[in-house]
């Protein structure tokens, strides 16, 4: 399974940006998707996942504010963050696993919530 993630970049704070991350390959094995996130001088942490049921699941620091769809006919993941803070500032690496609990990572999309 090959991640392609875009969709970063400059954004004010209370603006908004919508994340794509494009599955290419076994992708037929996914069971969920989803997307973290790093910020300089920090740890990786969940941002949010979908499984193939659509259930989701957020950090508490995003609940409210994104939203994490899928488009299995463009094997393609969504996250659609609103209301953007400047803590939001980070690193998002899309990511995957499968039936087999394997893992996978795109590369990392910045984005920069800055006035």
């Known amino acids: 399974v090959q991640l392609q993630a875009s969709g970063g970049g400059l954004v004010q704070p209370g603006g908004s940006l919508r994340l794509s991350c494009a599955a290419s390959?076994?992708?037929?094995?996914?069971?969920?998707m989803g997307w973290y996130r790093q910020a300089p001088g920090r740890q990786r942490e969940l941002v949010a996942t979908?499984?193939?049921?659509?259930?989701?699941n957020f950090s508490d620091s995003v609940k409210g504010r994104f939203t994490i769809s899928r488009d299995d006919e463009k094997n393609t993941a969504y996250l659609q963050m609103n209301s953007l803070k400047p803590e939001d500032t980070a690193t998002y690496f899309c990511?995957?696993?499968?039936?087999?609990?394997?893992?996978?990572w795109g590369q990392g999309t910045l984005v920069t919530v800055s006035s």
């Open positions: 990511y995957a696993k499968n039936i087999f609990d394997r893992a996978y």
């Open positions: 390959g076994s992708r037929l094995l996914i069971k969920f």
């Open positions: 979908i499984n193939n049921s659509e259930v989701t």
